[in-house]
């Protein structure tokens, strides 16, 4: 090929006389250069793509190109929505598709309820004023594994959790303690849940009268009274469960662990927290009111 020296011998030689040996335009010559420029890689744009695959294989292949665009953003890449889903179909990443799951409340029971105190206010101006509850099961080759948690709603922290073998009052009211311990709540803290029986136990009602708090209920049959807890295990099963096959419980129970402390309060983007993590918000917020 004519160009063949070009590479070179263009930093050295004018380029008057490259065109001159070669017998081209000047115009000729540097669309030839661009060409090969285009040809090398853009260190940029591969680092970009490195990030993007590193982040999705953190998130478990969950976030699409909102989280991801945000994700990009905090490492210093400044790119819009455009340019992270070109970057993610380059990178071959997809954010993987939701199954529906069966509601399995049972709230047909001749025990007390409470009054909807919440009514959909999902937002609180600090920690601990306002929890949301709910159950969930996964499938084991062992059987059924149920799991509650309870979820503050200033930061969307999961606060408590329990899990067993065993849909019971239980289940909730060591969640609930769990989430005492850690956390130290006051009086008045507001405990939404669906009217599921074991809500309505004494066992529950007990426990939330000796700490001095707020019971409150979603109507019958509306889920979106709870749509909070609802949309959390919506992602857990989305981002983590549905593409598992657990053995057994215990195996089952050590990656929901994983799931809720390592990614989900830790580094999962929430798009309520301005793409915060749960303890990032919490965090960010403690330094405001210090220096407030």
């Known amino acids: ?19 001159r040996l070669l017998g081209v335009s000047r115009n000729a010559y540097y669309r030839y250069c661009q060409r090969q420029q285009d040809k ?18 953190t998130s478990g292949y969950s976030y699409g190109s909102r989280r991801m665009k945000r994700a990009l953003n905090a490492l210093g890449f400044l790119v819009g929505r455009r340019k992270t889903s070109s970057l993610m179909r380059e990178a071959g990443v997809k954010a993987k ?17 409470f009054e909807n105190v ?5 937002t609180a101006e600090g920690p601990d004023q306002a929890y949301v509850s709910d159950i969930t099961y996964l499938w084991t080759q062992e059987g059924w594994l149920y799991l509650a948690v309870f979820i503050d709603l200033f930061s969307r922290r999961v606060v408590g959790w329990s ?17 005492v311990w850690q956390r130290r709540p006051g009086a008045g803290l507001i405990v939404h849940s669906d009217r599921g029986s074991q809500y309505a136990s004494k066992a ?25 807890a609802e949309s959390f295990f919506a992602s857990l099963k989305k981002e ?7 053995q057994v419980r215990t195996e089952a129970q050590q990656d929901v662990l ?17 793409y915060s993590s749960p303890n990032d918000y919490e965090s960010a917020m403690a330094e405001l009111k210090k220096a407030a």
């Open 258 to 274: 994983d799931y809720i402390v390592m990614f989900y309060n830790s580094r999962r983007r929430h798009s309520t927290l301005d």
């Open 40 to 57: 090398q890689p853009d260190p940029e744009r591969q680092a970009m793509l490195a990030a993007v695959k590193e982040i999705a294989e």
């Open 240 to 246: 983590r469960v549905q593409w598992r096959h657990y």
């Open 204 to 228: 529950y009602r007990r426990l939330l009268k000796a700490n001095g708090f707020v019971g409150s209920m979603s109507r019958k049959g509306n889920c979106w009274d709870n749509a909070v």
């Open 163 to 179: 899990m067993g073998s065993r849909m019971n009052a239980k289940l909730v009211t060591d969640a609930l303690r769990m989430a």
């Open 118 to 122: 919440l009514n959909r206010e999902f």
């Open 97 to 113: 598709c939701r199954k529906k799951y069966k509601v399995t409340t049972n709230s047909n029971h001749k025990q007390p309820v």
């Open 1 to 19: 090929m004519k160009y063949a020296f070009i590479t070179q011998y263009k930093k050295t030689w004018p380029v008057d006389l490259m065109c």
